[in-house]
């Protein structure tokens, strides 16, 4: 069985064969995901079965508004931090409609109501499947739309209420496991 775990610098090989699958017009070196891995361990988890990463998670606090550009490094977490942000979550097909997204999502939002909001940017017209977690679109600026266009025409800049409606949603999401995914209605792919 699949279960996830905290990710370490030594699963990274992993989590690039994943994003090669899911993320190929939007690839990242391995120097992001490993620094990620680094400096915020605890937002970043890969789901494993048998040993072999079969998804991935990354997430960390940034400052309101500022996600960062694709395939960047961030230096550092910002110590005035006041946002969460879901960089990605990214699961093989095979591994989808099991409750496996609901389930990483309760995790991330867990540590996420540290800050009052969590954003993610959402690609390949996923917006309906974070839609169930409370996100919806929030209005950006000029320089906020110039980086949303990196991660493709499609990319939606989304934002959650961390609150305990949302939480509340997200331990019912994951009891009851969702639905598999219908065609028009897929599972995440956030920029990898």
């Known amino acids: 069985m699949a279960a996830w775990r905290k990710m370490s610098v030594n699963d990274v090989d992993g989590v690039l064969r994943i994003a090669d699958v899911i993320h190929p017009d939007l690839p990242e070196s391995d120097y992001v995901f490993a620094e990620r891995a ?3 361990p605890e937002g970043c988890l890969v789901l494993v079965k048998d040993d072999e990463v079969c998804g991935y998670a990354l997430s960390h606090p940034i400052r309101f508004h500022q996600p960062p550009a694709l395939d960047s490094l961030l230096g550092n977490i910002a110590p005035d931090a006041d946002q969460y942000y879901i960089h990605d ?13 609901a389930e990483c999502m309760g995790k991330l939002l867990a540590i996420a109501k540290r800050y009052p909001t969590t954003c993610l940017v959402s690609v390949y017209g996923t917006a309906s499947f974070w839609a169930r977690f409370g996100f919806v679109t929030e209005p ?10 990196d991660y493709g025409e499609d990319a939606v800049y989304l934002l959650c209420q ?11 999401s994951t009891a009851l496991s ?15």
């Open 38 to 40: 680094k400096l915020f």
């Open 89 to 101: 979550l990214a699961i093989l097909p095979i591994f989808r409609g099991q409750g496996l997204a």
């Open 140 to 149: 950006i600026d000029a320089a906020l739309s110039k980086k949303l266009h």
């Open 162 to 172: 961390n609150n305990e409606t949302n939480t509340v949603t997200v331990a019912a």
């Open 178 to 192: 969702l639905p598999k995914q219908p065609d028009n209605d897929p599972e995440p792919s956030l920029p990898a």
